[in-house]
């Protein structure tokens, strides 16, 4: 009897995506054709919790298996140690080819993790990984720490333009999609790989900036539905920030929210 051969995977994933900012979840403004025929041709878990609701442990926690606790990431900079036994290394270790194209956000000296290759602009190692002080890190991220991210300035540049991030998105995607020619396609070696692949898409927005093409912009402008204003100050220290600032968020919140369509539909174009 032939064994069934093992399935190719797609994985992909974007970043600061809100639930509810999807057609297939209910919202009739925002135009997701992609997103929403994945979601009638597969399953929706509507009911699914983030171990970590800071960025890099959340990723970490995904790669690992492992809760914060467990993979010794639970702040922004910390990353697994090299070697770790991720999905990745055990999906390499029963034959597949696994590529990730795009964001993973790994911080330490091991960049890969357990990927046969790696395709994108995010592959870098932080200071602490190469001797400085490690708590200088976490301290520069610290929100009580001015000098990272200006929460003010995030809110009111928000409009039509150039979004850096949607550049790394653009290259990401290039590099995916030539792997796929050059694995599918190519007959330069009269050969083609017959391992199973794993293949991760990981894209950069929604992440703010609050930046989309002008298009986009002018499409959702008039068309954004407003969220109720929140009560009361979220004293978490990532948080915190931007509900002390009601006045920029009242200014120019039709915008901000504009341009996040506008990011939601640029992401689901590129998948």
Known sequence: MLREKPPNILFLMDDQHRYDVAGFMG????????????????????????????CVPGRQCIMSGQLPATNGCKRYGDDLPPFSPTFAKQLTAVGYQTVCAGKLHHQGLDQMQGWLRRIGMDQHVENNYLGADVEKLHQNYNKSNPGMWDLRKELTMAGAGINPFKVNDDYTVTGALNFIRERFCGTWYDRTDQRPLLLKVSLQCPHYPFICSEPKFNYYINRIQQYPQRSGIIEHPFAKDWTHNPSVL??????????????????????
Request: no cysteine.
């Open 250 to 271: 009242s200014a120019k919140s039709n915008a901000q929210i504009a341009a996040y369509y506008g990011m939601v539909e640029e992401v689901d174009e590129a998948f």
């Open 27 to 54: 919202n009739s403004v925002v135009r997701t054709p992609t997103l929403d025929f994945l979601a009638r041709s597969g399953v929706v878990f509507d009911n699914a919790y983030t171990p970590s609701p800071i």
